[in-house]
């Protein structure tokens, strides 16, 4: 068994952050099969708690459907919840779209604190906004293709989690820049090397 790590994942729309993420899993769950992985996935925390139809539910679901940000206590609260649900303090934990504004990543920083953690990293993939917007582009995702709607998603990492990024620094948290252009593989070998897992 080897150390449990506890890694965030920050990039821009298109830099292929939860593909890197999966193969992250996939080589913890080959190379230590006894330890379990955390993999808190915003997105899908989100998905799942608007399928819940409370009211709360449903104005979380409006926001989004709009285009809005949810209230960062939100994440906030999805992240304490599936902590405290499906942790015990012994897996690995990928932190993926959990730390998208300060306030939210001083909350990761508090949990994973109180286990005990403290070789906390962060992977943030770098790439170029023209990079990016060409990526995107190929996916043809509706809400991806417009120029407006790629500019917002920019201005806003820029605006909130350049910042939450910054929030983790201060914290003591060891922030690794990675080349975000490369072929996938490359990428995923140098977050190998930058974890210390290879």
Partial sequence: MMKPITVAFFGISGSGKGTQCELLEKYLQEHDPKSGILRPEMGN????????????????????????????FMPIYLLTKVVNESFDGTQHVILDGTCRRPDQSRAANDIMRMFGRDDLRAIVLTLSKDAARTRLKARGRFDDV???????????????????????RELGWKILEIDGEPDIETIHKNILTALDLE
């Fill in 146 to 168: 417009t120029e407006d709607a790629l500019n917002k998603r920019f201005a806003w990492y820029q605006d909130q989690v350049v910042p939450s990024i910054e929030a983790l």
């Fill in 45 to 72: 925390l989100l998905r799942a708690f608007m399928q819940t139809g409370t009211t709360f539910a449903k104005n979380v679901e409006e926001i989004l459907t709009t285009g809005g940000l949810v209230p960062s």
